[in-house]
């Protein structure tokens, strides 16, 4: 089981190196900065509190607190204090950061779809169907968000 898990992070994080790669590449921005802006998306015009979008992304408020800064001043994210609690701040996508993020989605999905173009439909189904009974430590709240 060990071998496996090897395995599977190994793949897993060459995978991931490559997209943050390509990203910077094509769009100077990293897969942490990606995936917080589709999360931003996701939720669209309502936008997510600090503390909703460190749980949306699965890291700490600190990581939240150190992607935020430049974004917003790459006018991709604004930044807001919540109208009904003054003490928290609302994080949204700039109509910039919508568009930029919709031609870095295009982009990701073809270069994943490039890394997976080798299995037939079948084999994929069988990927997927493993993947799926492999048990994560996840909250309810996080698996609910995770299957939308």
């Known amino acids: 089981m060990l071998r496996l898990w090897i395995e599977l992070l190994g793949r897993s994080n060459a995978i991931k190196k490559d997209l943050d790669a390509r990203l910077r590449s094509e769009f100077g921005q990293s897969l942490s900065r990606f995936d917080l802006l589709s999360a931003l998306h996701r939720v669209g015009p309502d936008g997510l509190r600090a503390s909703e979008l460190s749980q949306f992304l699965l890291v700490t408020d600190g990581a939240t607190s150190q992607l935020t800064p430049p974004l917003i001043r790459e ?6 204090p919540c109208p ?35 299995f037939s439909e079948d084999e994929v189904g069988v990927l997927l169907a493993l993947a799926r009974r492999i048990e994560a430590p996840l909250s309810r709240q996080a698996r609910e968000r995770a299957a939308a």
């Open 84 to 118: 009904n609690d003054r003490r928290s701040v609302l994080f949204r996508l700039t109509p910039q950061g919508s568009a930029l993020f919709e031609r870095m989605a295009d982009r990701h999905r073809e270069w994943v779809c490039e890394r997976f173009e080798g």
């Open 75 to 80: 006018g991709l994210v604004e930044r807001e």
